[in-house]
């Protein structure tokens, strides 16, 4: 793929966030009804949608690869009460679910592993009450893994007889995802309070409703990315994305900011123009992991030197993506240098655009992230249909935009 040389302008279309689709689709489940509008067309929201609407005869559930999907369906599928075998892709079979499955089994969950102690697939054998009406269940939940651990059982909290009090243990990774997952529980009725350490849930059931999906920020920071590295003079705008958002992958404003992109937000959107860079950029990824391999591509090809910390849960994804992002930049001339205790860098080097081939490593956000990088010289991005885990229209809307892209036999 290239760039045509013009500059880029008008209005990218965006997918719906998958992040805010899944969970109401859960919450939508547990509550019976309710009309959800503009909901994601990604794979991981399509595959929730098939697997929810699967009669309870099905015998296996497959997650493929879809984190979110794993994670939800086996906390919904405890306490439903379902006997089931939920399994997923080669990949996912290596990511931990054991935190969950733990917490669940102590709530009356009968989950039995199949394979490996610890990872999918996993045989559900039905919920056997441990608990009272008087009581809520409490439990202790390390927060340094995955986030969608603690937003799984919040969501089918309100279904125990006597709600949830979680504990939550260790550095919490992806708070903002959290806050997401108790909004939408409170827009259909259910009671839940975020005390910092402690997230409590009341047993009250929840109650149909409607709602329209916002658009996908962490979709939205390509265009970021893109802007930051075309012409001087460009800029684009992308509807559907709110000023008030509960997304944590907001976070693109203020962290583009510094990389040379001011956000202006409109009525039914923000647009995108060009300022001046920081001369240098430290940024926690804690809140915000899914940002971090585009915010490195963008920081090596503009030479603006970028500290990175927070991004441990970055181990566990589709990827090893801290391996995965050390890999790639190394073909352009830049590094993802691990300095240790948590901190990484991208140190200003000579980095070139000319004709690399990118790996994507089963990834959509590899793919992504270094797609912008057309705008600097000619690339070729392996296995592109990984983008339809998230973005299945970003090709097409790349085109649209400019770029000569040309799919390989």
């Known amino acids: 793929m290239r760039w ?25 489940a547990l509550a019976g009804a309710g009309q959800l509008h503009n909901l994601s067309d990604a794979n991981d929201t399509e ?21 979110t999907v794993m994670r939800f369906l086996t906390a919904y599928l405890a306490v439903t009460g379902r006997q089931v075998l939920l399994t997923g892709t080669a990949r996912m079979r290596q ?33 056997v009450p441990q608990l009272t009406a008087q009581e809520p269940a409490e439990l202790s939940v390390r927060g340094d893994i995955s986030s969608q651990y603690i937003s799984a059982l919040m969501m089918v909290g309100p279904q125990l007889p006597g709600g949830l009090r979680l504990r939550l243990t260790g550095k919490v990774g992806s708070r903002p995802y959290i806050r997401m997952t108790q909004s939408l529980m409170q827009h259909f009725g259910g009671q839940c309070r975020d005390l910092g350490e402690v997230i409590e849930v009341r047993p009250q059931a929840y109650q149909p409703a409607d709602y329209t999906i916002e658009s996908d920020w962490s979709a939205a920071s390509y265009w970021y990315a893109m802007v930051a590295l075309a012409p001087r003079g460009s ?42 860079c920081a001369e240098a950029i430290e940024q926690d990824f804690t809140d915000c992991p899914d940002l971090a391999q585009t915010v490195a591509v963008v920081a090596a090809a503009v030479g603006v030197p970028l500290v990175l910390t927070g991004l441990e849960s970055l181990r566990i994804k589709e990827t090893d993506r801290i391996a995965a992002l050390q890999a790639e930049l190394a073909k352009f001339g830049g590094a993802l240098v691990d300095e240790g205790d948590g901190r990484f ?34 690339l070729t991005i392996l296995a592109p249909a990984v983008v339809r885990k998230s973005y299945p229209q970003f090709w097409l809307e790349l085109r649209k935009a400019g770029f000569e892209v040309t799919e390989q036999a």
């Not at 595959?47 to 296996?60: D, I, K, N």
């Not at 000023?243 to 647009?271: C, K, N, P, Y």
Request: charged share 20%; no cysteine; net charge neutral.
């Open 235 to 276: 800029s684009i705008t992308l509807p559907g994305l709110r000023r008030h958002s509960w997304q944590g992958d907001q976070a693109i404003v203020g962290i583009m900011a510094q990389l040379g992109v001011a956000t202006r937000f409109e009525e039914h959107g923000v647009m995108l123009t060009q300022q001046a």
């Open 95 to 127: 990511r931990p679910i054991g935190v969950l499955v733990d917490a669940l089994r102590q709530l009356g969950a009968r989950i039995d592993y199949t394979e490996q102690e610890g990872y999918p697939p996993l045989q559900l054998r039905g919920w």
């Open 47 to 67: 595959l929730m949608q098939r697997l929810l609407a699967e009669p309870a005869t099905t015998t296996t559930l497959d997650a493929e690869d879809a984190g």
């Open 4 to 28: 045509n040389g013009a500059l880029v302008s008008g209005t990218a279309q965006l997918p719906a966030s998958k992040s805010e689709s899944n969970r109401a689709l859960i919450i939508r």
């Open 345 to 378: 860098r991208v140190p200003v080097a000579g980095f070139t655009v000319a004709g690399q081939t990118v790996e994507t490593y089963h990834d959509h956000r590899m793919a992504m992230a270094f797609a912008p990088l057309a705008l600097r010289g000619s």
